[in-house]
């Protein structure tokens, strides 16, 4: 049963936090967002802090944290109850994966710079786009 507080539907859920309606219900499968209450018709809703949620989760997927990780610092107790330390630590660890994803587009920017510079644009058909392309240099794994 639904309590007098403010409840919001799936929708309106959506509207205020940015998150499209099917996001909201995958977060529920895998575990990020809680399983809401009901009304007597079976219908889902949501309260206050499942918008504060989705805001966080929101705001952690935009900085490139994996659903796992932002499910991770959730079950450590979210916002101002999680333990610094232990959530630092899977802070680190994504920041390494960026740094390495950066690492990985400068070669792939310095490769593609290099052979755009060798391709004439011509109508030859010898093509050093292509040749890259179909005999490449070994680049670091993404």
Partial sequence: MVSTK???SR??????TGVNSETIRYFERIGILSTPQRTEGGHRVYDEGHVRTLSFVRRARGLGF??????AILHLGGPGKAC???????AECHLEQVRAKIADLLEI???????????SGGSDPDCAVIDMIEHPEPVQSM
């Fill in 6 to 8: 403010r409840t919001l």
């Fill in 109 to 119: 920017e310095r490769l593609l710079a290099a052979t755009v510079e060798r391709c």
């Fill in 84 to 90: 610094c330390a232990e959530v630092r630590d899977i």
């Fill in 11 to 16: 929708g309106e859920l959506a509207r205020r």
């Fill in 66 to 71: 994996a659903p796992d990780e932002v499910r």
